[in-house]
């Protein structure tokens, strides 16, 4: 009995874990892809693909430009010609 109550605890600790990454703020994307393209000449574009990128990584670069080893993810992601997506 003891066992399987251990199991069941360490079943909603781990749910609950993954839960809060899967649920994070749904504006964390929007207000951190503003400020990563604050200084881009085409901010529209900029802000549709660090969307996108941000969506999938669940991080965005700090800085308007550069910094992408603070998120691996981020860095790898191309577009069909094997350029960066990500801004």
Same mark, same amino acid.
């Given at each position: 009995?003891?066992?399987?109550?251990?199991?069941?605890?360490?079943?909603?600790?781990?749910?609950?874990?993954?839960?809060?990454?899967?649920?994070?703020?749904?504006?964390? +994307? #929007?207000?951190? =892809?503003?400020?990563? %393209? !604050?200084?881009? &000449?085409?901010?529209?574009? +900029? #802000?549709?693909? =660090?969307?996108?990128? %941000? !969506?999938?990584? &669940?991080?965005?670069?700090?800085?308007?430009?550069?910094?992408?080893?603070? %998120?691996?993810?981020?860095?790898?992601?191309?577009?069909?010609?094997?350029?960066?997506?990500?801004?």
């Amino acid at each position: 009995m003891k066992l399987l109550f251990a199991l069941l605890l360490c079943c909603l600790l781990l749910t609950s874990i993954f839960m809060e990454t899967a649920l994070a703020n749904p504006g964390f +994307c #929007e207000s951190k =892809c503003r400020a990563r %393209c !604050a200084k881009a &000449k085409k901010q529209v574009r +900029c #802000e549709k693909y =660090c969307n996108i990128c %941000c !969506a999938e990584c &669940k991080c965005v670069p700090s800085g308007t430009y550069g910094n992408k080893h603070q %998120c691996p993810c981020y860095q790898k992601m191309k577009n069909a010609k094997g350029q960066p997506k990500c801004p």
